[in-house]
């Protein structure tokens, strides 16, 4: 496995400074990364979906972006081919397919589909460098994704650091950066859908606790019979306590199924086409299951109170 150090700058980078990072000691390849080169326009279902265009090295940058070929090859792109992120599974362009591009300089042309990708935001449409230089024969890098070895990428993080001190305009990116940018955007995501979820186990509790409520009032002649014949304050409590628990419990295990469906559905439909599997959150669901449970039994604290000190004349009384 590999870990890729992208170094980037606001404009671009220094050519002196490319050679000398890719003479740096761990360092197994590297890939230039020409970014604003134009434009795909690929007809996904249907529709122009417009692609931005990166152009690099091939095929030596697979290793360094981290490039997934599905179909086809980088090997023989030409200054007339161009590789895509596959979206023929919804209606994209296949290989052989011809997509027009309009460069830099303005100009339009048709290039053929010599490859398929996987999805990688580097990389949605990608050329070689040759037609980069053929629009602009001194364009620059802005950005040198660097391919290191297991246990490297610190050591040659820190030399590329001491490299690039002279340049205000040039920052290292941690390795796998991209998968860490990913991560903490989901996790913001979970924490908004856990803080919602924490409102609605609020109003779960004031609901359970308004039903057992209102169930009381309705049944205060009931209540006041059991008492009558010598049904105690204590069962009574017991009586809506019970209630609340199989409450409580009926409605964690519904939602727990019917999230179980949901993210069951959504994840096998992701991973289709991958080796991934569902991951089952034994823990995560057996501390749901105690906290549904639990939350029935609080809720049921102040309707239990309540029927148990119903004066028993007044509640047979009760109309």
């Given at each position: 496995e590999t870990i890729e150090v992208p170094v980037v700058a606001e404009g671009a980078l220094d050519p002196d400074l490319v050679e000398r990072i890719e003479a740096t000691d761990g360092v197994d390849a590297t890939a230039p990364v020409y970014f604003g080169v134009g434009s795909a326009e690929p007809l996904v279902g249907g529709e122009p979906a417009p692609l931005f265009l990166t152009g690099t090295r091939l095929p030596d940058a697979t290793g360094p972006l981290d490039l997934e070929v599905t179909a086809g090859s980088l090997a023989d792109l030409g200054a007339d081919g161009i590789a895509l992120v596959d979206l023929v599974g919804f209606g994209g362009p296949a290989l052989g397919?011809?997509?027009?591009?309009?460069?830099?300089?303005?100009s339009r042309r048709?290039?053929?589909?010599?490859?398929?990708?996987?999805?990688?935001?580097?990389?949605?449409?990608?050329?070689?460098?040759?037609?980069?230089?053929?629009?602009?024969?001194?364009?620059?890098?802005?950005?040198?994704?660097?391919?290191?070895?297991?246990?490297?990428?610190?050591?040659?993080?820190?030399?590329?650091?001491?490299?690039?001190?002279?340049?205000?305009?040039?920052?290292?990116?941690?390795?796998?950066?991209l998968a860490g940018f990913l991560r903490s955007f989901f996790d913001a995501i979970i924490s908004g859908i856990n803080g919602l979820l924490a409102i609605a186990v609020v109003i779960a509790v004031f609901g359970i606790a308004n039903t057992l409520v209102l169930a009381t009032i309705e049944r205060t002649r009931e209540i006041?019979?059991?008492?009558?014949?010598?049904?105690?304050?204590?069962?009574?409590?017991?009586?809506?306590?019970?209630?609340?628990?199989?409450?409580?419990?009926f409605g964690t295990v519904i939602g727990m199924l019917c999230g179980l469906f949901v993210a069951v559905t959504?994840?096998?439909?992701?991973?289709?086409?991958?080796?991934?599997?569902?991951?089952?959150?034994?823990?995560?669901?057996?501390?749901?299951?105690?906290?549904?449970m639990a939350i029935g039994l609080v809720a049921s604290v102040v309707p239990a109170r309540r029927a148990a000190r119903i004066p028993v004349l007044e509640a047979i009384a009760g109309e």
């Open positions: 397919e011809e997509v027009p591009v309009t460069l830099a300089d303005g048709p290039m053929t589909v010599k490859a398929l990708l996987s999805l990688n935001l580097f990389a949605l449409a990608v050329v070689d460098d040759a037609v980069v230089f053929e629009v602009d024969p001194d364009a620059l890098p802005s950005t040198l994704a660097v391919q290191v070895g297991p246990g490297r990428a610190a050591g040659v993080q820190d030399h590329i650091e001491a490299l690039i001190a002279p340049y205000s305009t040039v920052e290292v990116l941690p390795g796998n950066f006041g019979l059991l008492r009558a014949v010598g049904m105690t304050r204590a069962q009574v409590r017991a009586t809506i306590r019970t209630e609340a628990f199989l409450l409580g419990a959504v994840t096998l439909t992701l991973l289709t086409d991958s080796d991934g599997a569902f991951s089952w959150p034994l823990t995560e669901l057996v501390v749901i299951a105690v906290l549904g």
